[in-house]
């Protein structure tokens, strides 16, 4: 991939985004750094001797319980479908297919809110302002997930994110005509044509989704819809 390459060498973890073990009650082992992902992630020990990771909500501590089940408590750690859910639920890791595992909702700091039912879909509201349906039978964990001071991190200098594998991003505008169609020009030009990408592709803002888009139609008003008040 353009711009990715050397960086430090990482293992990596195995983590559960289906939690579909159901009603067995988990113990959290500890909490973890993971280098593949913004979001700590918690080792728990189910009450049968297995183990397995899962993405740390904010306020799961050592010692907590947590379990995955058709109606559990509102607690931050327990999974549940949304058929067994209150709406207003913040929830995160949240599945789009019912047993694909979470798909939305990942990152550090991330959570949507269960605003409601309709039919057989549970429609929930996204950080970016998307308001979207998913069946009710998907899956999603109560609360938000942790870290969400990784926003605010100050890498401090070039090497950190050398070290995470990122590269420099060199200018098309300072590149020749060879290298890219923003290239040459004698002194310094702006590109003289609308942005583009080193292959010709429109860049900045140019929408890419396929209007046929199967799950387009379950999203109720887009992130893109004028916020009110603005």
């Known amino acids: 991939m353009r711009r990715r390459g050397g960086g430090a060498k990482r293992l990596y ?35 049968d001797g297995e183990q397995a990771y899962i993405l740390a909500p904010q306020r799961l501590a050592v010692g907590d319980k947590v379990v995955a089940s058709a109606k559990a408590d509102i607690k931050p750690g327990n999974a549940m479908p949304f058929s067994g859910m209150p709406i207003g639920t913040i929830v995160h890791n949240i599945e789009l297919k019912q047993g694909k595992g979470g798909q939305i909702a990942r990152a550090a700091g991330t959570y949507a809110q269960f605003v409601g039912r309709d039919g057989g879909y549970a429609q929930i509201r996204l950080s970016s302002g998307e308001l979207r349906m998913v069946r009710q039978e998907c899956m999603a964990t109560v609360g938000a997930v942790s870290n969400p001071d990784n926003s605010n991190q100050n890498l401090g200098k070039a090497g950190r994110n050398r070290h995470k594998g990122i ?61 009110k008040g603005r």
């Open 13 to 47: 973890r195995i983590v559960d985004f289906k939690r579909n073990k159901f009603d067995v009650a988990a113990t959290v082992e500890r909490i973890e750094y993971d280098p593949n992902r913004t979001a700590f992630i918690a080792l728990i020990k189910y009450d």
């Open 167 to 227: 590269r420099p991003s060199v200018r098309g505008v300072v590149m020749n005509p060879v290298d890219h169609p923003h290239g040459g020009g004698e002194g310094r030009t702006s590109g003289g044509r609308h942005p583009v990408s080193p292959w010709g592709k429109p860049t900045k803002g140019a929408r890419t989704r396929n209007k046929n888009k199967a799950s387009s139609r379950l999203i109720v008003r887009s992130r893109h819809a004028k916020k």
